[in-house]
Nanobody
């Protein structure tokens, strides 16, 4: 089973930018949908952005729309989360997840139950 490793988290001031990376240990050939989630202390895990690796379509939650974008580099087996204009409320642990084989992102891409392969997470802290 492929393993996912996130990196790129850190501390940043509000208004700044970060790019998170999610590297896969093996080829993601049959995985169409890759998703970024986040979880703040005491809150449920929420989907923030997704990308369909085959068609390039991207999705984002209303809370981050226009600020966060999922990107990919298939040659490096890596997806990214570009985060701009960060806010204090973006502070959370960020995780990437791989969808089921041949399953597109679809309208419920943000539902955690759809994903069985997760990374260990990377912490993002935004100071106001």
């Amino acid at each position: 089973q492929v393993q996912l490793v996130e990196s790129g988290g850190g501390s940043v001031q509000a208004g700044g930018s970060l790019r998170l990376s999610c590297a896969a240990s093996a080829d993601l050939g049959s995985t169409y949908c890759m998703v970024w989630f986040r979880q703040a202390p005491g809150k449920e895990r929420e989907g923030v952005a997704a990308i369909n690796r085959v068609y390039g379509a991207t999705y984002s939650a209303d809370s981050v729309k226009g600020r966060f974008t999922a990107l990919q580099d298939n040659a490096k087996r890596t997806i990214y989360l570009q985060m701009n204009r960060l806010k204090h409320e973006d502070t959370a642990m960020y995780f990437c997840a791989a969808g089921a084989p041949f399953a597109g992102c679809k309208d419920d891409w943000y539902s955690t139950y759809k994903y069985k392969t997760w990374g260990q997470g990377t912490q993002v802290t935004v100071s106001s």
